[in-house]
């Protein structure tokens, strides 16, 4: 998954004096606003420390137009509004987050999540879990989290793996290092192919490969791969058993050859990732397994990953949070897997990808029109998806 296809790029701007006052007028005004409240603008004090939060919030619950305050400042020129807007901070976070930061600084003044320093140059914002930060943090070798695209920030601690890849905390909480952690999520997968009517029934082996091995046998850093009984692979090395040193996971590897002649011979999954996005990845391959196993043959690309992204959407939308395997968690990893499962949902939906992302918008349509099973048929039939 590409970090990058989750920010967004803002303006480069510095900042004079006037400037700044005529941003935290439009503040002041937009409160006056929101709150009914007179508010005099004469002698007018920057908000201080533990206003900043109590300014986001209102800013966020009042949307202000450029007519609504030629209102309010009885058709005043509206320069500074126009410089306002570009600082606009209503961008939809999944749990509301804003740049407003507590900051020596003053609030009118974008900053850094990451090296906590004024912005005055280009800068970007994963639009989803509302960081903002300098460009130079995606090439300066700032860690950022290989699942949930996170950069690292203050004294957090990252983990490693043996390929390089880093993990959040948040993300390593739940992380598959081992082919025991495994066994759990592929029985949750086979539950719920099986309440698609779906069930596999076909012995597979699944092994977990480090980034090394998913290039070498598939040419390029996927997250998982399903291997036919065409393939001239015939030996994997995977994972057998991860051990952490402080922030560093190592691996020991094993050796797997593949029985020759089966439909389906082996599924290889990139461990490291979290249960929820690795399950995501385990349904995907395992559509491509079902549909292998009972016959679909000469698919074009972008229908067989299409249907594929669509099986892996629905398992993530299947997942609740709600069940035993998360009674004995806390609150706030609850809420943070249900923010990972949205992110990873957007991620599927917005992907730019000719195959995965048009692919899977094409066959989302046609399940909801006519459902899976028809549409499963009608590929099977047709090679195409129905129209």
């Given at each position: 998954?590409?970090?990058?296809r ?24 937009s409160l ?15 908000p201080?420390?533990?206003?900043v939060e ?11 137009s ?17 410089l ?10 999944s749990?509301?987050n ?14 850094c999540d ?15 879990w ?9 090439s ?10 996170r ?46 009517n ?10 977990l ?17 399903t ?21 560093n996971i190592g ?19 990139l ?29 074009a690309?972008?229908?067989a ?7 892996a959407?629905?398992?993530?939308e ?14 706030e990893?609850?809420?943070?897997l249900?923010?990972l ?16 992302g ?16 028809y ?5 099977a ?7």
């Open positions: 998954m590409s970090a990058n989750f920010l967004d790029e803002g303006p480069s701007y510095e900042l004079s004096e006037d400037e700044n006052d005529d941003v935290v007028r439009a503040v002041e005004l006056q606003e929101s709150k009914g409240k007179e508010i005099y603008t004469s002698d007018m004090e920057l201080q420390i533990d206003e109590e300014l986001a919030q209102a800013l966020e619950e009042s949307t202000l450029s007519t609504d305050l030629s209102t309010s400042t009885g058709g005043r020129e509206l320069k500074w509004w126009k306002f807007k570009e600082l606009n901070p209503f961008v939809h976070t749990k509301g804003s740049w407003w930061r507590k900051s020596s600084k003053r609030c009118n003044i974008l900053v990451v090296c906590e320093e004024q912005i005055c140059s280009v800068w970007l914002r994963c639009t989803y509302g960081q903002v930060f300098c460009k130079k943090h995606t300066d070798g700032t860690p950022q989290c290989c699942t949930c695209s950069f690292k920030i203050g004294d957090m601690k990252y983990i490693t793996l043996n390929d390089g890849r880093k993990l959040c905390p948040d993300c390593r909480n739940t992380a598959v290092l081992d082919p025991e952690d495994c066994k759990p999520l592929l029985d949750e997968v086979h539950r719920f192919f099986k309440g698609l779906m069930k596999v029934r076909y012995y597979i082996p699944i092994l490969v480090d980034q090394k091995e998913m290039i070498g046998n598939d040419g390029k850093s996927s997250l998982g791969l291997v036919y009984e065409k393939s001239k692979l015939d030996a994997v090395t995977y994972v057998s058993r991860s051990i952490q040193k402080g922030e691996v020991v590897k094993e050796v797997e050859h593949l029985v020759p002649g089966r439909k389906v011979k082996a599924m290889l999954l461990y490291g990732f979290p249960k929820l996005a690795l399950g995501a990845t385990l349904a995907h391959e395992m559509m491509h397994a079902w549909m292998q196993i009972q016959g679909y043959r000469g698919l690309l972008n229908i990953e299409g249907i594929c992204e669509v099986i959407h629905k398992w993530l299947w997942q609740s949070f709600t069940g035993d395997d998360f009674m004995n968690g806390t609150r990893t609850a809420q943070f249900r923010n499962k949205e992110f990873l949902r957007d991620g599927i939906e917005k992907s730019y990808s000719e195959a995965y048009h692919g899977f918008r094409e066959a989302k349509w046609a399940v909801e029109r006519y459902g899976l099973r549409t499963l048929d009608h590929i039939n047709t090679r195409k998806l129905p129209e």
